[in-house]
């Protein structure tokens, strides 16, 4: 990372609502039996905006309306979402309610329908229950307190078990800027995007295009690098929105202080993305790889990937096991330049594995490491100088209960 | 698949010993607890050979071993096999010690040493234990009865649950010509050979080179079509040795009967591959995903890999979940051209899903033919006229509990 002489901080309670110009509201709307199930948030001004969807071919009627809006000006002002029903694979029928959720919030804040998106997530294959959706559309009221901020970042999730939110601060041109996220998503997780939606919002000014290119690069090296289960869903997004309220010269990558906004970015969906590992469904371990000593960075990044997402390391992981050889092969599968003979392994700061050998090792120092909610493994491969990490979780029982009777 | 004129009949206990020329032994030597850890074939004359290896970067000690002997010559009179130790990331130290197996049979049974192949599956990482081994190899009693093979079938197994052979028979030339196969396999079964290792012997008359060339293609159709968890082991190998004891004329792809002899080939190999995923750690029911329309083969196999991969599709199995919303999910992320308007998908005989679209079922009628311990998904793409197969298993509690506690 660059060094950033503005120091960086990251916000108590950072949210959505943090950035200047950013409310939001989050209701039961009836989709979902109990809990908050419709969200929105509006800025008071037509913001710039930039977006990565799904890599996944088949793509939900959301992410399209969402990419047409997007295509119009690259503003956005408001994004309504829904959770409980992921508005896939239901046809014409499927995209003409997206278009009304879209209209519908058009009419009730008064936005242009462009700078409207759409997110929705849960059971694939099922009509929307517009009954429910449309008058609660019309029924939310926006605020910016903590509560509201919660009771929004609650009404993204699906079998999250916890609400995902950050946010930091820091002065750029002599302005106090912020950027802030809320996220959800704990099943479905793939390397590429995954049933997984974020949402941030920052009071930079900003042109589309940069803020794109920001969160493309930001996405490649967070949200892109958590995997739960491998699956990667229909209708994922990560959406950026930008009021410009701080005041600051417009930023690109020339501005003096763009480091800044790129640190203060990565850390928000860094944040966010470890916090969806983190609840990955039936998770209780967060595991974070981290491979040096690459060719690159795209194959470290490969690498450590292929470990959080092998199954075998994340039920070594859950069973305590310091089984560096699932480590080794899962790192040999990775398809990314190795040598077989000069790889070293460590469990926290314990050594497992130098030059691909097992070495000798305090077992009950490395089960105590395993033990532990968070688990970091590094690797150094030694072929090259590039370092990157990946994020995922360990593989439990509860997971195979959760997803053996999700539907029923 | 040609149509085959002359009748292919399937063996009752087909065994690796059923082609002409073949003898085996298994018995315990002492890296395993109790069962049998220690096997071996040996043929009556040097066996054309051919053999498919892991496509993982990191291969163990055997592998490099093998691959020495069979490029000598292309022939194969032996393969020393033990499960219970992987023999990989075992360093110089291991290399070694596959070498003083590979001698000490050559001295045992007074075969060449670049006419022997070595295989090992269970722990990564630990020394062979050469003290049990090497005066193992010299107490193996080579015998053909229906006993012998069990006893080698069991030798080759770590966490599998069932012996796993098949053999068929059909005349060549006016020969009776055997073709059999003994596997073993049931965690880190990936798409591109896994912690597999199966045997193939056949009594026909093949060059190495041709003998090679229908390996590849049928272990692409076959072992390479299954997957359990989706990691790729170090150890993985498939062998096949022909003594060419029935006497036909050697087999090319112009002789008239090669199709009699690929099928039989493909036969025994599918029967191998089917039994692994159905053994997969911890599985209650093997998955058959066939997927038609495709713009070829090689797409069509790629989409039915990622159906019965999906770690979401597997645990809807094992829940009897009729979650097509997750197949087709798996369907767009497989990589493969798809229409996401025109895809059709079925439960056994029972159609789920019409152009991409839900259509109405009995649940009932689902529900039970997902609780069988068979459940057969099959996909129309509408894009093309190629189709194809993959094999996989459910996702339940006990692969967790197998995994999470392997080593301890």
């Not at 997530?121 to 959706?133: L, Q, R, S, Y």
Request: aromatic share 6%; charged share 25%.
């Amino acid at each position: 990372m660059t060094v950033i002489k503005n120091k960086i901080k990251k916000m108590n309670d950072g949210s959505v609502v943090s950035p200047a110009g950013f409310q939001v509201a989050g209701i039961h709307s009836g989709v979902k039996r109990k809990r908050n199930d419709l969200g929105i948030i509006v800025c008071d001004v037509p913001a710039t905006a930039a977006a990565m969807y799904t890599t996944n071919n088949i793509q939900a009627a959301p992410i399209k309306v969402t990419k047409e809006s997007i295509g119009v000006e690259g503003k956005l002002q408001a994004v309504i979402v829904n959770s409980g029903n992921a508005n896939a694979c239901t046809g014409e029928k499927g995209e003409r309610d997206a278009y009304a959720m879209r209209n519908e919030v058009a009419k009730t804040f008064s936005i242009k329908e462009h700078h409207i998106a759409v997110g929705s997530t849960g059971v694939i294959g099922e009509e929307m229950p517009m009954d429910k959706i449309i008058p609660s559309i019309k029924s939310l009221k926006l605020g910016k307190d903590p509560n509201d901020a919660e009771a929004f970042n609650q009404s993204i999730l699906t079998t999250d078990t916890v609400n995902k939110s950050s946010g930091y601060e820091a002065t750029i041109d002599g302005k106090q800027v912020r950027i802030a996220g809320a996220a959800k998503g704990s099943g479905m997780i793939a390397p590429n995007m995954a049933t997984m939606l974020a949402f941030v919002t920052t009071d930079v000014a900003i042109d589309s295009d940069v803020l794109q290119q920001a969160l493309r690069q930001v996405t490649d090296q967070t949200f892109n690098c958590i995997t739960v289960d491998g699956d990667t869903s229909t209708n994922d997004m990560v959406l950026a929105m930008a009021s410009g309220h701080a005041g600051n010269e417009r930023l690109t990558p020339q501005h003096k202080d763009w480091s800044v906004f790129m640190e203060m970015l990565h850390r928000t969906c860094e944040d966010l993305a470890k916090m969806i590992a983190r609840d990955g469904e039936g998770a209780t371990t967060l595991i974070e790889a981290e491979v040096n000593g690459a060719k690159n960075r795209r194959e470290a990044i490969k690498v450590a990937k292929s470990i959080v997402g092998s199954s075998l390391v994340k039920t070594a992981v859950f069973g305590a096991d310091a089984n560096w050889g699932r480590i080794l092969a899962a790192i040999g599968y990775s398809g990314a330049t190795i040598d077989p003979n000069t790889i070293d392994i460590f469990i926290g700061d314990v050594a497992l594995v130098k030059e691909s050998k097992p070495v000798t090792y305090d077992e009950k120092e490395v089960f105590e490491r395993l033990r532990n909610d968070f688990v970091k493994i590094t690797v150094d491969l030694h072929v090259g100088a590039e370092g990157g990490k990946a994020w995922g979780c360990d593989l439990t029982y509860d997971y195979v209960q959760i997803n053996a009777s999700y539907r029923t």
